[in-house]
């Protein structure tokens, strides 16, 4: 099955500054990629997401990059505000009828100084 | 905008006693999902359904058992639980695209 390695564990930053988190997949045939924020016993929220036939996405802030050669995805967040503050995680998901089968990171935990 | 809704909130059982978790996903939402995430741990696939008919099963142990019903909502059924049990229940829908999720069942076995 999909294996999904999620580096740092955790990430402190001052505010303003950028945070960047990286994933690594094992499964060559996933293909869809999200990103998802939770904050302590809430729901995971979709921040991002990428198909594998992308290279790379923005919105606003946030940004993620795909090396399918290389099995390895990121997230970038640019100006960072302390309601950024939260655990991350990534995903893997091979598509198709198993879009929502995900295996997720371990999760990242980024605090942001003010 | 509608959002998938979970019930109940908590839950509290003692150990081998049994718990249901229902879902109500977003209208119109073909697929539902089931997670679980243990304190400090990733969410954890356990079981999808698609049009009422199981699609996918992940990590689920056998005292668990999950169903979709003609009006799209689903339960999970659990039964004997330990005390490892103890976790948020996350469900998920989506229609061909990125996951919904609820705001999840904190269940605390004791």
């Known amino acids: 099955g999909e294996n999904v390695e999620q580096h740092p564990s955790t990430l402190s930053v001052q505010e303003g500054d950028s945070a960047v988190i990286k994933c690594t997949y094992s499964d060559s045939a996933s293909n869809y990629f999200p990103w998802y924020k939770q904050e302590l016993g809430k729901r995971p929220q979709l921040i991002i997401d990428?198909?594998?036939?992308?290279g790379e996405k923005k919105d606003q802030r946030i940004a993620v990059t795909l090396n399918k050669t290389a099995k390895h995805f990121s997230l970038h967040i640019t100006e960072t505000q302390p309601e950024d503050s939260a655990v991350y995680f990534c995903a893997a998901a091979a598509g198709g009828t198993s879009y929502g089968k995900l295996t997720f990171g371990q999760g990242t935990i980024l605090t942001v100084h003010p | 905008a509608a959002g998938v809704i979970q019930s109940p909130r908590h839950l509290i059982k003692e150990k081998r006693e049994t718990a249901t978790l229902k879902c109500y996903p977003i209208?119109?939402?073909?697929?539902v999902y089931w997670y679980q995430q243990g304190p400090g741990q990733d969410p954890q696939f356990l079981i999808s359904?698609?049009?009422?008919?199981?699609?996918d099963k992940g990590s689920i142990p056998d005292r668990f058992s999950a169903q979709q019903f003609s009006d799209y909502h689903s339960e999970l059924n659990m039964s004997s639980l330990e005390l490892g049990d103890s976790a948020l229940y996350f469900c998920?829908?989506?229609?061909?695209?990125?996951?919904?999720f609820g705001n999840g069942t904190r269940l605390t076995v004791t």
């Open positions: 209208p119109r939402h073909d697929t």
């Open positions: 359904f698609y049009e009422k008919m199981q699609s």
């Open positions: 990428i198909r594998s036939n992308v």
């Open positions: 998920a829908s989506s229609l061909g695209g990125p996951l919904h």
